[in-house]
C-alpha cells in the first residue's frame, strides 16, 4: 500500500495569497497534479490538517473544487489549527468517516492493508493542539480492536522540534500518548503536519513522519527565540509505502525539474 499524505494547505478565499505572498490555491494544484503523474498511484491520500486558513465555508469550498481531480482516490481529512470542525464536515458530506464520533472528528479506516486512524488535536481559536483524556481513551479502545499495521495521524506533532516559535504552538498530552502507543505496537507510524517542513523523530516506541506543506515551509533555524519567518523552499508531500521492510517513508518535492538522466549506458556506468 501508498499512502500519500500532504499537509497544511492553507486555502484561503478567494484565491487570495496567504501572507501576501503565498498562491497557495495554485501551490495545492501542482500537488494534486504531482499526485496524479507519480508512477505508481497512491492507494489513499490523507491531508493532516490546516486544510484551509481561517476555517470558513467559502474556503472548503474552494479546497474541495481543487482537490475534485483525484476523484475516486480515497481522501481522508484531520482538521489543523486553523480549521473549524463543523464548516469541514458541512463542506464534505459524503465523507462519513468524518461523523465517526462526536464531538471530535476522529476516526478509523479499515478499507486499507494498513488500518489509518486520525486524531483530532484542535483547541478552538489557539495554535497550539491538545490530545485531552477523553481523545485519547478513544485512540487507546480503537486501538484495542484490532493489531493490524496501523499508521496513526495528528495535526500537531508531539516532539520538541528546536523551532522556538512553532514549540510554542506544540501539543499537550504527549506523555499520555506515548504511554497508549507503548501497549500497541502495531502502530507502525505517527504521521503530523503543523510544522511546514519534513522532519522525523522517534516517539512512543514509534517514529513520527512530519510532511512539508505544498506551498510555504517554516523557515529553518534552531533557535527558541527564532523569529515566525517562512521560507519558499520547493513544496512537497510525503509517500509512506508498505514494503517487506516496513513502512517506508519518501519526501516527494512538486515542481519541474531536470531529468531523469541514466547512470548507464549499453550496460555500464557513464563517466
Excluded at 25 to 35: I, K, P, R, S, T
Excluded at 36 to 48: G, M
Excluded at 115 to 144: F, K, M, S, Y
Excluded at 203 to 231: E, N, Q, Y
Aim: net charge negative; hydrophobic share 40%.
Amino acid at each position: 500500500m501508498i499512502l500519500a499524505q500532504i499537509s497544511d494547505l492553507h486555502i484561503k478565499p478567494q484565491r487570495r495569497l496567504a501572507y501576501g505572498v503565498v498562491d497557495t490555491a495554485a501551490m495545492l494544484e501542482q500537488c494534486v497534479a504531482a499526485l496524479l503523474q507519480l508512477k505508481q498511484r497512491p492507494d489513499a491520500v490523507i491531508a493532516t490538517g490546516d486544510l484551509v486558513d481561517l476555517g470558513r465555508p467559502e474556503e472548503y469550498g474552494l479546497l474541495r473544487e481543487i482537490l475534485a481531480p483525484l476523484g475516486s482516490l480515497p481522501l481522508y481529512l484531520l482538521p489543523g489549527n486553523h480549521d473549524e470542525r463543523g464548516a469541514l464536515r458541512a463542506a464534505f458530506p459524503e465523507h462519513g468517516y468524518l461523523r465517526q464520533w462526536e464531538p471530535f472528528l476522529q476516526y478509523a479506516i479499515e478499507d486499507h492493508p494498513l488500518r489509518l486512524i486520525g486524531l483530532d488535536t484542535v483547541i478552538p481559536g489557539q495554535g497550539g493542539g491538545e490530545l485531552c483524556a477523553q481523545r485519547l481513551a478513544w485512540l487507546d479502545r480503537t486501538l484495542a480492536q484490532s493489531d493490524r499495521p496501523t499508521v496513526v495521524a495528528l495535526h500537531h506533532p508531539p516532539f520538541v522540534t528546536g523551532i522556538g516559535h512553532m514549540d510554542r504552538v506544540c501539543l499537550s498530552g504527549t506523555e499520555g500518548l506515548a504511554q497508549v502507543l507503548m501497549r500497541h505496537p502495531q502502530v507502525t507510524r505517527l504521521i503530523a503536519g503543523h510544522l511546514h517542513r519534513p522532519i522525523t523523530c522517534s516517539f512512543g516506541g514509534t517514529v513520527v513522519s512530519v510532511s512539508p506543506s505544498p506551498a510555504h515551509l517554516v523557515a529553518l533555524d534552531l533557535s527558541i527565540d527564532a523569529p515566525d519567518d517562512f521560507v519558499m523552499e520547493p513544496p512537497g508531500f510525503l509517500l509512506h509505502a508498505q514494503t517487506a521492510s516496513g513502512l517506508v517513508t519518501h519526501t516527494a518535492y512538486i515542481g519541474d525539474f531536470a531529468g531523469p538522466y541514466p547512470f548507464r549506458k549499453g550496460g555500464r556506468l557513464l563517466d
